[in-house]
Nanobody, 132 residues
């Protein structure tokens, strides 16, 4: 059974930094995509960033490019999302998600944009609140 455990949310001041972690377990292979989606109050869920554990390819939403860095430690089956220069509009519940479809490493924009409806595995959300 695939499980995703997210951590690292909290309260941060605008301009500050935060790192989220997502520990994965139960994947039958080390070839999958893992990433983050977020849902702000009153808004639809949106993709933030994803990374392929196969080759390290990444996807970033335009709204976070330049402020967000995703990385993975395959030995620990853990992905990290570093948020820098956070803004009040980054306030949201952040969800870790993963998908192991064949050749997903070349399809990150398809899987990791939008609401994440093509991602099969989800962790519980972690709240990030950015104060102005």
């Amino acid at each position: 059974e695939v499980q995703l455990q997210a951590s690292g949310g909290g309260l941060v001041q605008a301009g500050g930094s935060l790192r989220l972690s997502c520990a994965a377990s139960g994947f039958p292979s080390d070839d999958y995509a893992i990433g983050w989606f977020r849902q702000a109050p009153g808004k639809d869920r949106e993709g933030v960033s994803c990374i392929s554990t196969r080759d390290g390819r990444t996807y970033y939403a335009d709204s976070v490019k330049g402020r967000v860095t995703i990385s993975s430690d395959n030995a620990r089956d853990t992905a990290y999302l570093q948020l820098d220069n956070v803004k009040p509009e980054d306030t949201a519940v952040y969800y870790c998600a993963a998908e192991s479809a064949p050749n997903i490493h070349v399809g990150l924009p398809y899987y990791c944009s939008g609401s994440g409806r093509y991602m099969d595995y989800w962790g519980k959300g972690t709240l990030v609140t950015v104060s102005s």
